[in-house]
């Protein structure tokens, strides 16, 4: 399901991020860095919180705006209840959604802010999304201080919150078009392969955007996913080929994949994940490239697994969601 | 596309993990591990006058008490996520799984938290380790004479 926007713009965006982010490849474009898991709070889950805040000040002095400025407030996270994002939201004071798509919450927002502009009375919606590698790890998986080993296959929740601002006000990057996936099941069960459970969900929500908008991989500079990992951006490429006869070529990038040095963080495995994954790098590299002429037009596939460690132990396989938004650089 | 072709194509690409190199690593660790509590129990008989049934409680002690510090100085999961199975096998991967759990929860209450939360991963390992102990009992008593 694709819908179209001709009065959609990304106004501003901010990023904020942790240690291992600063170590990776795009450390120097962030806005704010941390040293460390905590960033001063008491608790992971109270850091997340900060780190959504802080990235929400950023946003609104680049933006030149107040909060009372804006509309409505729309947040995604990973944790159950949508905690970091819902309990920020109070001291905001503003309307506010609680989204939840796991990975693919970022473009997620896209839809439903984009959607709600076409309201003549919202003009400016601030998306936040954030994901911490430690409440992520003490949710999903073991104690954060248990060293069970990692497989190879396995990724890393990144650490950082990116806030963007939305607007009806002609800037220079338009949103022009969104797709809303299609919860897609392969049969996987492992929850350390999240490669393997989103790959086709991406490749379906590609298709069904490339169909529906009749454009082609050519009338995009990058397609950009979200954390697919190495692996499952290999999976996604022979997926495309065998199921739609589609070549993705060298347009595609994975932000798993680069957000990482991976040679030097080899803590990282297979790559980066979580909802922030996506939005540091579209956020910090991809923009500035949109800015400086290098990309005209992305398609931004944001890939999630909709993992309940429940379901798991009931030995369900793991349904997944992709949804996409195309950002054009317009004058 | 089928889930069997799906299969097929995760397989190839997946990488599979190193079983070999990462059993070699484990028992070697793990040997280290064994090394380290019989040294522990030779010096306790040899030097302190202990029985060899007191020395070798006394030496998991030890070793309960070292892996648990360790887990709480924060640097031995990077230890037991590069000796793979090698220090989980042994008691230290008992007292590591219980440590780390205590201290996950450790915010969120005695009661609530650390309470609640301590056996979470080691819960398993205590209910059915009771339950054989138990059945294994049972059959030394009924077939070979306790």
Known sequence: ?331 | MNKERYKEITNEIVPKEDKLKNGITAFIVGGFVGLLGQIIVSVLEGNFDVTHKDATSIMIIILIFIASLCTALGFFDNLVSKAKAGLIVPITGFAHAMTSSMIDYKKEGLITGIGANAFKLTGSVILYGVVSAYIFGIIRYLFFGG
């Open chain 1, 1 to 331: 399901m694709t819908i179209n926007f001709n009065n959609v713009y990304l106004k501003v965006a901010a990023t904020v991020a942790g240690k291992d982010e600063k170590e990776g490849s795009f450390g120097k474009l962030y806005d704010r860095t941390y040293d460390d898991y905590y960033t001063g709070c008491k608790t992971f889950e109270q850091s997340e919180m900060k780190m959504i805040d802080d990235s929400v000040t950023i946003a609104l002095n680049k933006a030149n705006l107040k909060i009372d400025n804006i509309d409505v407030i729309i947040g995604a996270d990973l944790s159950n209840q949508v905690t970091a994002n819902s309990y920020s939201s109070i001291k905001f004071n503003r309307p506010y959604i609680g989204l939840y798509n796991a990975c693919a919450s970022m473009c997620e927002e896209f839809i439903v802010g984009a959607s709600l502009l076409q309201d003549e009375g919202i003009k400016n919606i601030l998306l936040n999304v954030s994901s911490h590698n430690m409440t992520a790890e003490r949710q999903f998986r073991n104690p954060v201080e248990y060293g069970c080993p990692k497989p190879k296959r396995s990724t890393f929740t990144v650490t950082g919150a990116a806030s963007s601002i939305i607007t009806n006000e002609k800037t220079n990057i338009k949103v022009s078009s969104v797709s809303i996936g299609t919860t897609t099941d392969l049969g996987v069960t492992d929850v350390y392969d999240m490669g393997s459970v989103m790959a086709p969900s991406a490749a379906r929500t590609i298709y069904e955007h490339l169909t529906e908008t009749n454009t082609t991989v050519d009338d995009y500079d990058l397609i950009l996913t979200g954390d697919l990992g190495v692996y499952g951006k290999e999976i996604l490429k022979e997926y495309m080929k065998e199921t739609y006869d589609i070549d993705l070529k060298n347009k595609h990038e994975d932000s798993a994949c680069i957000i990482y040095d991976r040679k030097n963080q080899p803590q990282v495995k297979a790559g980066g994940s979580g909802p922030a994954c996506l939005a540091l790098v579209t956020y910090c590299d991809v923009l500035n490239k949109m800015k400086n002429g290098k990309l005209k037009k992305v398609l931004l596939v944001a890939t999630g697994a909709l993992m309940s460690p429940t379901m798991n132990n009931q030995k369900l396989s793991i349904p997944s969601i992709s949804h996409a938004v195309t950002l054009e650089v317009v004058k």
